[in-house]
Structure formats: structure tokens, C-alpha cells
């Protein structure tokens, strides 16, 4: 399977995921994307990452 590397900014923070935080997201095609944004934030240390992420809204780039 091959991973893929994905940029992302946070353009409205939420909980303790501040508005302008970037971070990167390592995907592959055995899950749905908010599955590996949700990991990537908990990995990064954030505890209160939000079961529905559509309140964290965040930006490719």
C-alpha cells in the first residue's frame, strides 16, 4: 500500500487545536481521511480532538 504525506493548516480551532496549527497527515487507502487526521492530532499530544471533525475546520495546503 502506498502512504501518502498530507499537509494540513487548522483555519478554525477547536478544543485544544489552536487556528493556525500545521501539521502532517500519513494516509493510505484502508480508511476514511478523518480516521488519520484524528490519530495524527492525538499523536501530536492534542487530548481533546473532536469525535466530529467537521467542528475543527482545517485547510489542505
Given amino acids: 500500500m502506498a502512504k501518502e504525506i498530507v499537509h494540513y493548516e487548522v483555519t478554525n480551532g477547536y478544543g485544544d487545536v489552536p ?5 502532517d497527515v ?9 480516521s488519520f487526521i484524528r490519530k ?4 501530536k499530544g492534542f ?3 473532536p469525535s466530529a471533525l467537521s467542528m475543527l475546520k482545517l485547510k489542505e495546503i
Fill in 19 to 23: 487556528k493556525g496549527y500545521r501539521f
Fill in 40 to 43: 495524527a492530532l492525538k499523536d
Fill in 47 to 49: 487530548k481533546q480532538v
Fill in 26 to 34: 500519513e494516509k493510505d487507502n484502508t480508511g476514511h481521511i478523518d
